[in-house]
Nanobody
Framework: VQLVESGGGSVQAGGSLRLSCAVS????????LGWFRQAPGKEREGVAK???????FYVDSVKGRFTISKDNAQNILYLQMNSVKPEDTAMYYC??????????????????WGQGTQVTVSS
């Protein structure tokens, strides 16, 4: 299984960015795919997740601003980030879990991880 993120970069507050995660070797019919982020000196936290039925979940801090989606044909997970804020600055990771999503976004639930892509939001 390989997860490769891209699309990170620097953006001004209020701007937009789209992160991508190319998923390969992950052949489970049921799955949960998620985005996590980790700011310097902080714990890694969940951002959003989507399952094989396209049900989505967002943490409160990004609701209404971020959108998670998946292109099944190309096996790419996306995170559209709009109205970004300086507090969104972090390394963003995509993660995968077989079969189904559990309640919430618990880091230890996810079995596979990408290497991360950096997002920096300036004020």
């Amino acid at each position: 299984v390989q997860l490769v993120e891209s699309g990170g970069g620097s953006v001004q507050a209020g701007g937009s960015l789209r992160l991508s995660c190319a998923v390969s070797g992950f052949t489970y019919r049921g799955y949960c795919l998620g985005w996590f982020r980790q700011a310097p000196g902080k714990e890694r936290e969940g951002v959003a997740k989507i399952n094989h039925e396209r049900a989505t979940f967002y943490v409160d801090s990004v609701k209404g601003r971020f959108t998670i989606s998946k292109d099944n044909a190309q096996n790419i997970l996306y995170l559209q980030m709009n109205s970004v804020k300086p507090e969104d600055t972090a390394m963003y990771y995509c993660a995968a879990k077989a079969f189904r999503c559990n309640f919430g976004m618990v880091r230890s639930d996810f079995e596979y991880w990408g290497q991360g892509t950096q997002v920096t939001v300036s004020s």
